[in-house]
């Protein structure tokens, strides 16, 4: 038995050299490869062997319900030491019949990816008596040939190339400037306090004696000439003084808009502004909630979910699994985008009546200037964070994502600051949640021509608002027609094609932005109510809540995509975010109107004042929160509602003191700096 085993590792050495000298596999990779192999035929192995051996990925249950990765252990791996090598994580990325998988294995570290991928390729690991890298047994795939795709090995060693580094010292910079500003200005403050006031009961100046009156009128002409002089010496040193003082006053104001004492000032106040519609906090973050518990799943879903299988078979069937979702597909950001287009015409219509009613072209571009300096400075700080932080941070087994999101932000972070990254593709876009930013932006812009065409011709603004909303309902439904989109899908991996074309492009979303805008304009012009008696708001309120579960209802009723073009699919993706956007503007215009009732008494808590100031930044930072979780779990997440129900909590739960702190040290400050501008 011994004579065989020895034979067979004398068969790897010759194995092992053929590959060298064939594929370029170095010597000291053979080396260590063979020691490690020969470790593994011996009766009682070494620690490091076993080590090794242990920390390679194994067939798990389930295969069935989806668990096909075999991830092993990273950690295990790490923390080997041989006798002149260490351990080296890699994932080998294989396809087996219709199945794609990866499997976790240690190697030594003197291996190159490669060199990695031949010795698989070359079958390496199945010398000898043990399997290292077995198939899925036939039993539950029938074809047992294995194709490799890729390989990769991930180190203990973060990757801090330039980019990285140039990304971590602006994060830093950006939020070292408010600390500094805040020390600064509880110093000023502090030496105020200390100044010593001057001291009362100083002796008067007595009158001048008439003597003294004879000599000053003696030198009258001589005093004269003096004092013009001094007149003028003291006007030049007073300019001076003004100047010095006014550039003093710009530091001092730059210093307090950037100062936590100022940029706190009202952040967790739950007392909103007396001209704010109390309603819309609670639609803000109750969206804001559902979206968030979307991607807890949906990011879960794509990299490292071990039973994606039975997840979709409840997921896909069951409407109550709504809230675990986000709906079909995210109806929570089409109540933003109303939302957005409301404040717009709002602001916009507001600052015309603040100038006296004039509409000019100068308040249309401070209009959409004012917008781009509110939502950048954040924006573009997630982008170098996404960037700097992926980058530094030690790769877990599942940090796909991460990775990818590294080599999109480094490519096309531009698309993020000229806010048109929506228009790419998934796949190229950089921080793939700041989307949103780019085309609240893009709708934002339309306001003004909106307003110009209200304030011209009332007529026109309908018939233009209706086409608008024809051409954008049409697109959505010939681009889901054409591409046989679906109009749910717990996973858009398997339709690229409905982010690339439909999700996320303006022409398919504008709808609710409108609608938003067009209410915006009534709510802030209108006369009298639109609601007179009870009976119209029972009809309201039952048809609004009857559209929205009707809605849903029908998602998971069209769940399946037709290979041919389905006209129902095609109505339903062209409308339904349109009309879920109707519904929710009768629980608006409702709540207004006093016909709220306890709903209007939950969306108005002041409970919500103090998350809405927040939610900018909760809604960027969050996805950041998520893939570094599921990037750095070394075992597959196992879908249950409880385990989801405690990830969406744990994940909130972090989002909010994070978001406070952007919103004190990122967002508030060039508000404030704009203001005092």
């Known amino acids: 038995m011994l004579h065989l085993r020895w034979t067979s590792v004398t068969l790897s050495l010759l194995f092992l050299c053929h590959a060298g000298c064939s594929w370029n596999v170095s010597l000291k990779c053979m080396q260590d490869t063979t020691a490690f192999l020969t470790e593994l035929e011996k009766e009682t192995p070494s620690k490091y062997a076993v080590q ?21 252990s990273l950690r295990e791996c790490l923390s080997v030491r041989g006798p002149d090598f260490g351990g080296q994580y890699c994932q080998v990325f294989l396809k087996q019949d219709t199945v794609e998988y990866f499997v976790g294995i240690c190697v030594p570290d003197s291996c190159e990816d490669s060199e990695v991928q031949t010795l698989v390729v070359y079958e390496a690991f199945e010398q000898g008596r043990i399997s290292l890298l077995p198939p899925v047994p036939s039993v539950l795939l029938p074809d047992s040939t294995l194709g490799i795709f890729m390989t990769q090995c991930i180190t203990d060693s973060p990757n801090s190339d330039p980019s990285a580094v140039v990304c971590l010292f602006v994060c830093a910079l950006v939020l070292a400037l408010p600390l500094l500003s805040s020390i600064c200005v509880a110093l000023l403050k502090r030496k105020r306090q200390r100044e010593v006031k001057p001291e009362a009961g100083l002796p008067l ?21 003096r004092s013009v002089v ?13 100047e010095q003082q006014g550039i003093t006053k710009t530091v001092l104001s730059c210093l307090q808009a950037f100062s936590v004492q100022k940029s706190s000032e009202g952040v967790l106040a739950t007392k909103g502004s007396g001209n704010s519609y109390s309603s819309l906090n609670g639609i803000r973050i109750l969206s804001l ?47 933003f985008l109303l939302l957005g287009g409301l404040l717009s015409a709002k602001s916009l219509l507001n600052s015309i009546q603040r100038s006296e009613n004039t509409f000019s072209t100068s308040m249309v571009v401070y209009f959409l200037f004012k917008r781009y300096k509110r939502i950048q400075p954040l924006h573009l700080f997630i982008v170098c964070l996404t960037i700097g932080l992926f980058s530094v941070v030690q790769r877990g087994v599942y940090w796909f994502i991460a990775e990818d999101e590294i080599i999109s932000c480094k490519k096309y972070w531009w698309s993020n600051l000229l806010l048109i990254n929506n228009l790419f593709t998934i796949s190229d876009i950089c921080a793939p949640w700041t989307w949103y930013l780019s085309i609240d932006f893009q709708f934002y812009a339309t306001t003004p021509l909106l307003i110009f065409l209200y304030r011209q011709n009332k007529t026109a603004l309908i018939v233009v608002s209706v086409v608008l909303l024809m051409i954008s309902c049409t697109a959505g439904a010939l681009i889901t027609s054409f591409l046989h989109l679906p109009v749910h ?32 304009i009534y709510l802030t012009s209108r006369k009298e109510t639109l609601i007179k008696k009870q009976w119209q708001a029972v009809i309201g309120w039952f048809s609004s809540l009857s559209i929205m ?32 956007a109707l519904a929710l503007i009768w629980v608006i215009l409702a709540c207004e ?9 939950i969306l108005s808590l002041r409970l919500w004042v103090p998350l809405s100031n927040i939610s900018f930044a909760c809604y960027l930072i969050h996805p950041i929160i998520i893939i570094l979780y599921n990037g750095k779990q070394e075992t597959g997440v196992h879908y249950t509602d409880l385990n989801f129900f405690y990830l969406f909590l744990g994940h909130l739960l972090l989002t909010l003191p994070l978001g406070f702190v952007l919103t004190v040290l990122i967002e508030k400050p060039y508000l404030f700096l704009m203001k005092s501008k």
């Open 489 to 520: 899908q717990p996973t858009t991996l398997a339709y690229e094609s409905y982010f690339q074309y439909y999700y996320n492009k303006p022409y398919t979303r504008y709808g609710p932005y409108l609608l938003g805008i067009l209410v915006g």
């Open 230 to 242: 001094r007149e003028t010496t003291q006007a030049r040193d007073q300019n001076a003084e003004n």
């Open 289 to 335: 909630l559902w979206i968030i518990s979307g991607h807890t799943v949906q990011l879960s879903a794509w990299s490292n979910l071990e039973n994606d299988k039975r997840w979709k078979e409840m997921v896909e069937k069951n409407p109550f699994y709504v809230l675990a979702f986000s709906g079909p597909v995210y109806l929570a950001v089409d109540s």
């Open 593 to 601: 109107e006093g016909y709220g009732g306890f709903v209007d008494k």
């Open 549 to 580: 579960a009707l809605l849903v209802g029908l998602a998971y009723v069209l769940r399946e995509v037709p290979p041919h073009p389905s006209l129902p699919h095609a109505v339903y993706q062209g409308s339904h975010r349109t009309v879920w």
């Open 52 to 72: 090794m051996y242990d920390a390679f990925g194994k067939i798990g249950s389930d295969v069935e319900g989806g668990n096909v990765n075999r991830p092993g």
């Open 205 to 225: 100046t007595s009158k001048p004696s008439q003597y003294g009156a004879v000599l000053t009128n003696g030198s009258a002409n001589q005093n004269k000439e």
